[in-house]
Protein backbone atom coordinates (compact mmCIF):
# COMPACT_ATOMS: atom_id res chain seq x y z
CA UNK A 1 0.00 0.00 0.00
CA UNK A 2 1.43 3.01 -0.98
CA UNK A 3 1.60 6.25 1.68
CA UNK A 4 2.33 9.52 2.06
CA UNK A 5 2.84 11.96 4.86
CA UNK A 6 3.79 15.28 4.53
CA UNK A 7 5.69 17.35 7.08
CA UNK A 8 7.33 20.90 7.51
CA UNK A 9 4.21 22.90 7.36
CA UNK A 10 3.92 26.38 9.72
CA UNK A 11 3.52 29.99 10.18
CA UNK A 12 5.63 31.98 8.23
CA UNK A 13 5.96 35.58 7.43
CA UNK A 14 5.60 36.70 3.80
CA UNK A 15 9.11 36.87 1.79
CA UNK A 16 10.13 33.87 4.04
CA UNK A 17 10.71 30.48 3.38
CA UNK A 18 9.61 27.11 4.62
CA UNK A 19 10.74 23.44 3.37
CA UNK A 20 8.11 20.77 3.11
CA UNK A 21 8.98 17.05 3.39
CA UNK A 22 7.30 13.96 1.62
CA UNK A 23 8.07 10.83 3.04
CA UNK A 24 6.86 8.09 0.45
CA UNK A 25 6.23 4.17 1.61
CA UNK A 26 5.22 1.05 0.13
CA UNK A 27 6.68 2.64 -3.73
CA UNK A 28 10.62 3.36 -4.40
CA UNK A 29 11.39 6.67 -6.44
CA UNK A 30 13.60 5.48 -9.26
CA UNK A 31 12.18 2.50 -9.65
CA UNK A 32 8.95 3.72 -11.96
CA UNK A 33 9.29 5.46 -15.61
CA UNK A 34 5.96 6.69 -15.54
CA UNK A 35 5.26 7.61 -11.97
CA UNK A 36 5.66 11.28 -10.69
CA UNK A 37 5.61 12.97 -6.97
CA UNK A 38 3.11 15.59 -7.15
CA UNK A 39 2.61 18.39 -4.68
CA UNK A 40 -0.39 20.50 -4.56
CA UNK A 41 -2.63 22.67 -2.35
CA UNK A 42 -6.17 23.44 -1.19
CA UNK A 43 -6.64 27.44 -0.53
CA UNK A 44 -9.18 28.58 2.36
CA UNK A 45 -12.10 28.42 1.68
CA UNK A 46 -11.87 26.99 -1.58
CA UNK A 47 -15.02 23.73 -1.50
CA UNK A 48 -13.61 20.93 -0.13
CA UNK A 49 -13.08 18.71 -3.04
CA UNK A 50 -10.02 17.21 -4.48
CA UNK A 51 -10.89 18.87 -7.84
CA UNK A 52 -10.06 21.91 -5.87
CA UNK A 53 -7.10 21.35 -5.36
CA UNK A 54 -3.71 23.27 -7.16
CA UNK A 55 -0.96 21.49 -8.74
CA UNK A 56 2.26 23.24 -7.46
CA UNK A 57 5.26 21.16 -9.03
CA UNK A 58 5.84 17.34 -9.88
CA UNK A 59 8.77 15.62 -10.08
CA UNK A 60 9.48 12.62 -12.31
CA UNK A 61 9.99 9.23 -10.38
CA UNK A 62 12.39 8.18 -12.93
CA UNK A 63 14.89 10.97 -13.79
CA UNK A 64 14.24 14.18 -11.59
CA UNK A 65 12.76 16.40 -14.40
CA UNK A 66 10.30 18.52 -13.08
CA UNK A 67 7.57 20.83 -13.58
CA UNK A 68 6.25 23.97 -11.75
CA UNK A 69 2.77 25.50 -12.33
CA UNK A 70 3.32 29.24 -13.38
CA UNK A 71 2.20 30.65 -10.15
CA UNK A 72 4.96 29.35 -8.42
CA UNK A 73 7.84 29.58 -11.38
CA UNK A 74 11.13 30.90 -9.72
CA UNK A 75 10.10 30.58 -5.86
CA UNK A 76 9.65 27.25 -5.32
CA UNK A 77 11.86 24.16 -6.05
CA UNK A 78 11.27 20.34 -6.15
CA UNK A 79 13.60 17.91 -5.06
CA UNK A 80 13.92 14.37 -4.17
CA UNK A 81 16.28 11.97 -2.22
CA UNK A 82 16.14 8.11 -3.20
CA UNK A 83 18.34 7.26 0.07
CA UNK A 84 15.17 8.65 1.99
CA UNK A 85 12.67 7.95 -0.44
CA UNK A 86 11.31 11.45 -0.05
CA UNK A 87 10.26 14.41 -1.74
CA UNK A 88 10.84 18.34 -1.04
CA UNK A 89 9.73 21.28 -1.42
CA UNK A 90 11.34 24.33 -1.33
CA UNK A 91 9.20 27.49 -1.06
CA UNK A 92 11.02 31.22 -0.92
CA UNK A 93 9.37 34.53 -1.29
CA UNK A 94 6.31 33.69 0.35
CA UNK A 95 3.42 35.19 -0.08
CA UNK A 96 0.11 35.47 1.55
CA UNK A 97 -1.90 33.88 -1.27
CA UNK A 98 0.73 30.83 -0.93
CA UNK A 99 -1.76 30.43 2.34
CA UNK A 100 -3.17 26.60 1.49
CA UNK A 101 -2.94 23.13 2.83
CA UNK A 102 0.15 21.51 1.19
CA UNK A 103 -0.32 17.90 -0.15
CA UNK A 104 1.91 15.48 -1.97
CA UNK A 105 0.58 12.60 -4.22
CA UNK A 106 1.82 9.65 -6.50
CA UNK A 107 0.87 10.80 -10.01
CA UNK A 108 1.76 10.01 -13.33
CA UNK A 109 4.32 11.63 -14.89
CA UNK A 110 2.05 12.71 -18.09
CA UNK A 111 -0.43 14.88 -17.16
CA UNK A 112 0.74 14.76 -13.28
CA UNK A 113 -1.52 17.51 -12.01
CA UNK A 114 -4.40 15.34 -13.46
CA UNK A 115 -3.68 11.93 -12.75
CA UNK A 116 -3.12 11.38 -9.53
CA UNK A 117 -3.48 7.58 -7.34
CA UNK A 118 -2.43 8.40 -3.68
CA UNK A 119 -2.71 11.87 -1.65
CA UNK A 120 -1.09 12.18 1.38
CA UNK A 121 -3.11 13.78 4.57
CA UNK A 122 -1.92 17.39 3.96
CA UNK A 123 -0.07 20.02 6.40
CA UNK A 124 -0.94 23.85 6.47
CA UNK A 125 1.42 26.50 5.33
CA UNK A 126 0.28 29.95 7.19
CA UNK A 127 1.56 32.78 5.12
CA UNK A 128 1.30 35.88 7.55
CA UNK A 129 2.71 38.83 9.67
Known amino acids: QVQLVESGGGLVQPGGSLTLSCTVS???????????IGWFRHAPGAPESEREREGVSCISARDASTYYADSVEGRFTISRDNSKNAVYLQMDSLKPEDTAVYYCARTHWRLCFVRVEYWGKGTLVNVSS
Open 26 to 36: GFSLGTSADSA
